[in-house]
């Protein structure tokens, strides 16, 4: 069973009724921390792919955005992924990918793996025309598995929801 917990605030408050749901792009989740070794490698890497497809559809079905598919910038993406460990700390990066693909906001997602029972999912999202942070918060939940992890992005989409944002 996961358990969450609430480390940060939202940033931003809910858009007003009526207003255009802002164009967001949604990066693939990143894994930090202690990875516990080589033999997990295609574990996350699954486990990231998982969580980063529901995530999509999960933010998009709650229709407070409308979800920019990622994979026309792919070759920019990749490029990046090439310069920096991770998209969610590279000093703005993900702003050229919003840029590219005409976004609103960019929204990235990571994973702190602190053992194999403490794990941490962040994210933020970033406005695109002024690189300003719009929301951010951080959940912790334990255990590193498909059920732990499904349960974190479920979280995070429902709090989303539930704020407005």
Not at 154 to 165: A, C, E, F, K, P
């Amino acid at each position: 069973m996961a358990l969450f917990i609430c480390a940060e605030s939202a940033l931003a408050a809910a858009p007003d009724e009526g207003t255009h749901r802002p164009r967001l792009v949604i990066l693939d989740v990143e894994l930090t921390g202690d990875l516990g070794g080589p033999e997990f490698v295609a574990q996350h890497d699954a486990r990231m792919k998982m969580a980063s497809a529901r995530l999509r559809e999960n933010v998009s079905r709650t229709g407070l955005y409308r979800v920019v598919d990622p994979a026309p910038a792919q070759d920019l993406i990749n490029q990046l992924e090439s310069q920096y460990r991770y998209l969610h700390d590279c000093n703005g990066c993900d702003l050229d990918i919003g840029r590219q693909l005409e976004a609103d906001q960019v929204l990235v997602a990571w994973v702190n793996r602190v053992s194999g029972l403490i794990l941490t999912l962040t994210y933020e999202i970033h406005d695109v025309a002024t690189g300003q942070t719009t929301a951010s918060k951080t959940f912790g939940f334990r255990g590193d598995n498909d059920v732990a992890w499904t349960r974190a992005i479920d979280y995070l989409v429902r709090d989303q929801q539930q704020s407005g944002r």
